[in-house]
């Protein structure tokens, strides 16, 4: 059976083709990356605009990639959330369009199910059971997998998220939108050990993790080294060179007045400290509960800091191996929708919807994923 899959929780309208036999077919992405940067961060009425705008398109760009037409459907799958409502609604709208149309059977994906088994799109797949880190821009999970379903959280993030994490601290830094890519690449001119920043619930005895901490204290950092440069820009006027002190007015323009090395410096720190809990806790997880597969899924899976750390802690445990998802399909796209559902599908595990009545859900714990599957 081929489903044509939506994706539209957040900044990315993502549209594909998976085949229950032979995986994915086509995919095609818009980010709106672009359109947001100018407000520093997702605003949410703007990114349902337009997904409105991108999504037929698309949709035509993946049938004609494939050589496939409507006929050829089986299903349709949506992401039904979380996320931000008004995004989540422009994909299930259309999905379900689609599929009155076309008198097709339309499937809610929970987008961090998605996210999770994005791995098994690269060859060679990890089997289950497995360990999967989940990191994103809202989520930070470690959830034992024991098949399409079968999820159990073992630890989360009791305030922010790891791309949470990148993205405020970043923006402290004066980086650009979406702050985790940019700090990666101005951590890569920095040295981490110039700056001790804390690593939260390093030690803790759980699975769960908390990054508020360390964004105050790059917070508290920034402020320090602002000021620093503030005093040094005044003994330059008082030695008679005239300088004029840039608008201190908002976070960026402050940010802008620190010397590049010295952002380098903490950004190099940043990362280390983020990813330094993240291997640890994932790490212990995986042996304490006997498990030789680590899966990593979502945004912050890009990060090469923390694809390195992890292979070198794996390489010391026995049969230990770790999967990621391709790069493309780290972040947010209908790929990992589209094959979800086919994965539902041939696990018998996917309850169709053919009345088209439907609903989003903003937020939705993933494991109450199977009690909630009546809802679409
Ligand atoms: O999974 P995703 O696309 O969206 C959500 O479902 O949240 O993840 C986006 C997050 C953002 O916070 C972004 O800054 C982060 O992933 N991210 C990265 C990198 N690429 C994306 N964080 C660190 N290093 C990267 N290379
Ligand atoms: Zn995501």
């Keep these: 059976m081929i489903i044509l899959g939506f994706e539209s929780s957040c900044d990315e309208t993502g549209v594909a083709l998976a085949c229950t036999e032979r995986g994915l077919l086509a995919h095609a992405l818009h980010s709106q990356i672009a ?31 494939a050589g496939l037409s409507w006929r050829d459907l089986g299903a349709v799958a949506y992401t039904a959330g ?35 088994l994005s791995p098994l799109l690269a060859e060679p797949q990890p089997t289950f059971p497995f360990l999967a880190l989940l990191v994103s821009g809202g989520h930070t999970q470690i959830m034992k997998v024991s098949g399409v379903g079968e999820y159990e959280l073992l630890g989360e993030t009791l305030d922010d998220a790891a791309g949470e994490a990148f993205d405020k601290t970043a923006k402290l830094m004066g980086l650009p ?16 050990h110039a700056v001790q920043l804390p690593r939260p619930m390093l030690h803790s005895h759980d699975y769960d993790f908390s990054f508020s901490g360390l964004k105050t204290a790059v917070l508290t950092r920034m402020r320090q080294l602002t000021a620093a440069a503030a005093h040094e820009r005044e ?16 976070t960026a ?13 903490l950004a190099a720190a940043t990362q280390a400290a983020i990813v330094d809990v993240l291997v640890a806790k994932a790490v212990r997880a995986l042996k304490d509960e006997g498990l030789t597969r680590l899966v990593v899924a979502g945004g912050v899976g890009a990060n090469k800091r923390l694809r ?50 439907f609903t989003v859900r903003p937020r939705w714990p993933l494991d109450q994923i199977e009690a909630s599957a009546e809802l679409f």
Excluded at 92 to 106: D, F, K, N, R
């Design 308 to 357: 390195r750390k992890l292979q070198d802690a794996l390489a010391s445990v026995h049969n230990a191996e770790v999967f990621f998802p391709p790069l493309e399909f780290c972040t947010d796209n209908g790929a990992m929708i589209a094959f979800a559902a086919a994965l539902r599908i041939n696990a018998g595990k996917a309850q169709f919807n053919t009345d088209h009545a």
């Design 177 to 192: 939108y979406p702050g985790g890519p940019a700090l990666a690449a101005l951590a890569e001119q920095g040295d981490e």
């Design 235 to 250: 003994t330059a006027s008082h030695d008679g060179i005239a300088m004029v002190p840039p608008s201190t007015a908002d």
């Design 35 to 65: 359109m947001h940067g100018e407000y520093g961060g997702v605003v949410p009425e703007l990114a349902s605009r337009d997904h409105i705008r991108r999504v037929v398109p698309l949709t035509r760009q993946v049938l004609d990639g």
């Design 253 to 265: 323009a402050a940010a802008w007045t620190v010397p590049l090395q010295a952002r380098a410096d």
């Design 82 to 116: 979380p996320g931000l409502g008004g995004a989540l609604l422009v994909g299930a709208s259309v999905a379900q369009s689609v599929a009155w149309a076309h008198g097709l059977p339309t499937l809610g994906i929970h987008h961090l199910e998605g996210h999770l």
